[in-house]
């Protein structure tokens, strides 16, 4: 069964395939790239202003260090996350945007960017998994930025997050419906 995946930009797709990246990591890449552009889109609906390209270029690459270490396809680990970083700079990535492979599931380290955290947003509501930490931080720049009271804005990440959980299941059976290797 040949499920079509979302696309991912032009450049990134040309780098997904000189690293010559599994098909499940493409897939994977796709639909989290996806996901951060209907985040992007209700976070700008709330006043959120942030780095939108940055954002996409940055959902659509975090996971590339799974291209060198490809056991983190099916178990967990976090080496793909620095090798990740390097490939990109490799390639001519520019640092602003090699670094969301690396920071992508480093929430709370200093000098996180709100881009930084929507990536790592993105990375884990694509399959509906909720992360409070994580909306703790996505809500206080929301309320920032829309000038609301932080209820609000918890309100508003989590309905957004919520309709975007729903549709769990069909990305996890595109992902899943792509070979490892």
């Known amino acids: 069964m040949h499920v079509d995946t979302p696309p991912v930009p032009p450049a990134v797709a040309e780098l997904l395939v000189a690293v010559a990246a ?10 989290v790239h996806e996901v951060a552009g209907t985040i992007l889109d209700g976070c700008a609906a709330l006043g959120l202003r942030v780095d ?21 396809l099916s178990v967990p680990g976090s080496l ?28 709370g380290a200093p000098g996180t960017t709100v881009e930084d ?10 399959k509906d998994s ?10 206080d720049r929301l309320a920032d930025a829309g000038g609301r009271e932080r209820w609000e804005a918890f309100l508003a990440l989590d309905d957004l997050l919520t309709g975007i959980g729903a549709d769990a299941p069909r990305r996890l059976a595109v992902q899943a419906a792509h070979p490892l290797h």
């Open 22 to 31: 599994p098909p499940r990591l493409v897939a994977h890449l796709g639909l």
């Open 52 to 72: 939108r390209e940055a954002v996409l270029f940055g959902a659509a690459t975090h996971d590339i260090g799974k291209a060198v270490h490809r056991e983190e």
């Open 80 to 107: 793909h996350e620095r090798a990740g970083y390097e490939l990109l700079l490799a390639h001519g990535v520019p640092e602003r945007l090699a670094r969301f492979a690396r920071t992508h599931g480093e929430w």
């Open 117 to 126: 955290l929507l990536v790592g947003l993105a990375d884990k509501v694509w």
């Open 130 to 139: 909720r992360i409070r930490d994580l909306e703790d931080r996505v809500t």
